[in-house]
């Protein structure tokens, strides 16, 4: 159920890079999106159509170039632009929210344990006896407690995972980004994963932002789903709607939207995401603008 205020919304958002030849590539292009408490809104897109620009513009790693990215948490009288924020104040915005990044990104050097006590010990003035407390409940909400004292290269794929995931709870966030959680697992520690994030989305009451390409994982987990393209929003909808364009016959497709999405979802060779070459979009504008 989304509340009336967003806890984050994007308005006009425009990032650019530019390549090796010296050429600006507008990767973001006036991207505006509103993101509601307690909702999974998934980002999704092929290579190269922004959804990883857009996460980092999220987490305050990117700067804008042009708009406005507008936080509002629980505690927050009004909604406050991190495009603005001098480095102090967005690292008090970054305690609200945590992060698992592809890799799990553990800290190799330090135990499990060691690894999720970590925010706790930088961010908090907790006691050390209650540390040891909140990592075990937190290894516990992940299913990893036996694992505690093991290294991360002791881990399998999907148990660094899982442990990044205690990690990225330790500080009990209002918000959780996730850059691509399915990424490398197969199938079935893939949806296990899923399912895992869910159960902690409805335990801890947090809004979930998701980027990924996985459909499988997509249409299990979201709430919402916007789909990108060319740095642009190309469509929001509930996941309901996707599922309904995903189901629906070629032919029956009205509009080139309608037509790129399909393909998307689906997975199809063929289609306007490709050229003849199979090359996307923005890979063509990379080699041919």
Known sequence: MQANEPVISVRNLVKTFVNEEGRHIRVLDGVTLDIYPGETIVVMGGSGCGKSTLLNCLIGEYTPDEGQILFKTGDMAEARNIGTMNEDAMNEVRKRFGILFQSGALFNSMTVADNIALPLLEHSYVDPSIIDIVVTLKLQQVHLLEHRDKLPSQLSGGQKKRAGLARATALDPEILFYDEPSAGLDPVTSAAIDYLMMDL??????????????????????????MLERGRVLRIGTRREFEALRDREESELETDADRLIYQFLRGNVDGPLTDARGLSEFEKLLIEG
């Open 201 to 226: 989305s409805k335990k801890l009451h947090v809004t979930s932002v998701v980027v990924t390409h996985e459909m499988d994982s997509a249409f299990r987990i979201a709430d919402r789903m916007v």
